[in-house]
Nanobody, 115 residues
Framework: QVQLVESGGGLVQPGGSLRLSCAAS????????MVWYRQAPGKERELVAH???????TYADFVKGRFTISRENDKNTLYLQMNSLKPEDTAVYYC?????????WGQGTQVTVSS
């Protein structure tokens, strides 16, 4: 079984930065992708950034140049460095790990961008 625990969310002013972490435990392989999603109130969950050993990293257009996804395989930890935050980045951010047979989600961490 795989467990994912996100942390690092909080309240930040527009233009500020946050670093999210996702600690994974269980049978984790660096071969499979790990992904950050987010869901704002009243909206569908959307992909923010994706990383895998096979395809590298990809970003949603709305975060390109502002967010950076990274992964420390020896620590089974996924990160999302978020810079130049905007009010529209306010959402619950979720970590996702996809193996060959299952997809796992964390509980999410709230990010609120407001003055």
């Amino acid at each position: 079984q795989v467990q994912l625990v996100e942390s690092g969310g909080g309240l930040v002013q527009p233009g500020g930065s946050l670093r999210l972490s996702c600690a994974a435990s269980g049978l984790i392989s660096s071969f499979y992708p790990m992904v950050w999603y987010r869901q704002a109130p009243g909206k569908e969950r959307e992909l923010v950034a994706h990383t895998s050993s096979g395809t590298g990293t990809t970003y949603a257009d709305f975060v390109k140049g502002r967010f950076t996804i990274s992964r420390e395989n020896d620590k089974n930890t996924l990160y999302l460095q978020m810079n130049s935050l905007k009010p529209e980045d306010t959402a619950v951010y979720y970590c996702n790990y996809r193996s060959a047979v299952n997809s796992y989600w964390g509980q999410g961490t709230q990010v609120t961008v407001s003055s």
